[in-house]
């Protein structure tokens, strides 16, 4: 089973608006971490926002906040006031605390595409 | 500053031959990753590493090794058993701690082509 969901392959989205990035997760430990990167299309990853399972917040990084709904196991990464420069694929993935590995476990991604 | 470099940005390899990619870090991370991206798709991981010495496969270890003779260091070679290499290659490094907020670290990439 997908223990990461992407849902959404491909979004375009106008200039300005906001945009909702979907993420689902799916684990039975109650310690975990979950985390969006940005891959622009010239191939670097670069991390946007974390989330802790016990954080009692949303977690916000500039225009960036995370929809954290523990109970639908859902974290969405909400990008407001979208920009040109936000065109890329973003990516969700999760840190289990019993993985004794420490690695992350990825998502199928997400292409946005802001239209001018 | 701190951070992963991969290179080269650019590798061209001909039918039957090893190449090799290199990635190093300065941010005394333990643990190091090798995943392979095809366009458009997501990352797979390749091989990873947690110590000096030590390394895992990951889900598509065949026709590829990595050595990790040294921290900083962790390069993948993709051998003429791979039948199909020609795909984008990220380097990510971590601290190997209980840690939740580690992330990775990665590195700009290499674009292999077979030519």
């Known amino acids: 089973a997908q223990k990461i969901t992407q849902t959404q392959p491909g979004m375009f989205v106008q200039e300005k608006e906001a945009v909702t990035l979907d993420c689902t997760y799916d684990?039975?430990?109650?310690?975990?971490?979950l985390f969006w990167y940005k891959q622009p299309s010239s191939g670097e990853m670069i991390f946007l926002i974390y989330?802790?399972?016990?954080d009692q917040q949303n977690a916000t990084e500039g225009r960036y906040s995370l929809n954290f709904q523990k109970a639908r196991k859902s974290a969405n990464l909400v990008i407001s006031a979208s920009q040109l420069g936000d065109s890329a694929m973003y990516f969700c993935a999760m840190r289990e605390g019993r993985d004794s590995n420490y690695q992350l476990i990825w998502g199928a991604g997400t292409k946005l595409i802001i239209k001018p | 500053d701190g951070g992963i470099t991969q290179s080269p940005k650019y590798l061209f390899r001909k039918e039957g031959q090893n190449v090799t990619l290199s990635c190093e870090q300065n941010?005394?991370?333990?643990?190091m990753y090798w995943y392979r991206q095809d366009p458009g798709q997501g990352l797979r991981l390749i091989y990873y590493?947690?110590?000096?010495?030590?390394?895992q496969k990951g889900d598509i270890a065949e026709g590829y090794s990595v050595s990790r003779e040294k921290k900083e260091s962790f390069p993948l070679t993709v051998t003429s058993a791979q039948k199909n290499p020609t795909a984008f290659y990220l380097c990510?490094?971590?601290?190997?701690?209980?840690?939740?907020?580690?992330?990775?670290?990665f590195g700009s990439g290499t674009r292999l082509t077979v030519v």
């Open positions: 941010l005394n991370h333990d643990a």
């Open positions: 590493s947690q110590i000096v010495n030590d390394f």
């Open positions: 684990t039975s430990d109650p310690s975990y971490g």
């Open positions: 989330q802790g399972s016990y």
């Open positions: 990510a490094s971590s601290i190997a701690s209980s840690g939740l907020h580690y992330g990775y670290t």
